[in-house]
């Protein structure tokens, strides 16, 4: 597969470039004369970018950048943070359990793989740290909607973890905890995802829960939560 990518992005992403320390609002003749575009071609990139929330119009027709920018360099730097704490108990869990582990955070309306390890050996449902995927019925997307989004899937709270099998599709299962943080506020879903008929079996038989009920329990008390909730909220669910 080739690396020609797309004009249009690599233009659109080009006038971010264009923001620096001190030039902080440029205008649209600003915007065309630094980056070497014509106005209209600006000017429609700019639309595309202000809906999305990478820059924001004055009144005065000036552009600045916008809070996305904000939120991705947000999650980018606290990513190397998360990192040291985050991937030794997913490579830890994938180890043990032989399954897919992974770390999803809510990004708008979809759930975003943060980070991910995999099992070194058998067959694995494969997806790399950084994949995008629609809030939906799965088990993980539940995880979020109700403890991040404070959608009332369930009249109580449900046992941990919860498990979908063919949600997504008819092949992929997937086990999914809420993961705690600081002042135990919800973070993110740590997940235990692969192929559907051997999740199937390890449901049936609950030898995953524990071994996921301890590492949530053990990330969570690790990113901050304190050591009363996690035990309300993993031990007596195991």
Known sequence: MGNEGVAAVEKALSLLDCFKPGVESLSLAA???????????????????????????????????????????????QSFHLSTIVEPILHSLAASTKESASYYVIDKTHRLC???????????????????????DTAISQVLRYWGLGEPLYENPP??????????????????????????????????SGPASRLNAAHKTGELISLQLNAAS?????????IAFCEHMYASRR
């Open 31 to 77: 915007l065309a004369q630094a980056s070497g575009m014509h106005k209209t071609t600006v000017y429609r990139l700019m639309n595309s970018l202000e809906r999305m929330g990478y820059v924001v119009r004055s009144d005065a027709g000036f552009y600045s950048l916008g809070h996305r920018v904000l939120y991705l360099g947000k999650l980018y730097e």
């Open 114 to 136: 943060l980070f991910r390890a995999e099992p070194s050996e058998g067959l694995r449902e494969t997806r790399l740290a950084g994949t995008s995927l629609p809030l939906d």
């Open 159 to 192: 046992a941990l973890p919860l498990f979908t099998s063919g949600a997504r599709d008819e092949h992929t299962a997937a086990f999914a905890t809420p993961i705690f943080g600081a002042s135990d506020k919800f973070m993110a879903a740590l997940t235990l």
């Open 218 to 226: 053990d990330l969570s008390r690790k990113l901050g939560a304190s």
